[in-house]
């Protein structure tokens, strides 16, 4: 088995633009676990980011299946789409970090759900779709949450 048949370098620095905005916002912003009332799903919505992130950039062969054919032609439809939506979701962040509004943080939320969710479908990968699928459970309740206090 060689290197690149497991780690998939699109799906990595998909991955890394994913995760990166969160980073940078839990460094420049103070949120506490303690702030949700269901610390739970906090950990839900941060398991679903993290395996969502692990498994667009590696392949562990567990219920995968690649993409169908014609193969070519779905790996650039993937690769065009996904980078589409992550383009969106950067240009979002950068408005919420500006602007804080209720609307951009909806559009973050689904957007990088999307992006996961449609990876899993295009790639036939049924675990990345479930991750997907709780990052965006998680996620939305976290966004009902963090906008409810304001």
Do not use: C
Request: charged letters at 15%; glycine letters at 8%.
């Amino acid at each position: 088995m060689r290197f690149f048949d497991v780690v998939n370098l699109w799906g990595l620095l998909f991955a890394a633009v994913l995760v990166a905005p969160h980073i940078v916002y839990a460094r420049t912003h103070t949120v506490s676990t303690a702030d949700y009332s269901n610390r739970a799903m906090v950990y839900i919505a941060r398991t679903g980011r993290f395996f969502s992130a692990f498994l667009m950039a590696i392949n562990i062969g567990v219920l995968e299946r690649g993409f169908p054919e014609p193969k070519a032609l779905m790996e650039r439809f993937w690769l065009l789409s996904t980078a589409g939506l992550l383009l969106v979701y950067v240009v979002l962040w950068l408005v919420f970090f500006k602007t804080g509004s209720k609307g951009v943080a909806l559009g973050i939320t689904l957007t990088a759900a999307v992006a996961v969710m449609l990876s899993g479908i295009l790639q036939v990968k049924t675990l990345l779709l479930t991750a997907g699928v709780v990052y965006l459970i998680g996620d939305l309740y976290l966004y009902t949450q963090f906008f409810k206090k304001r």
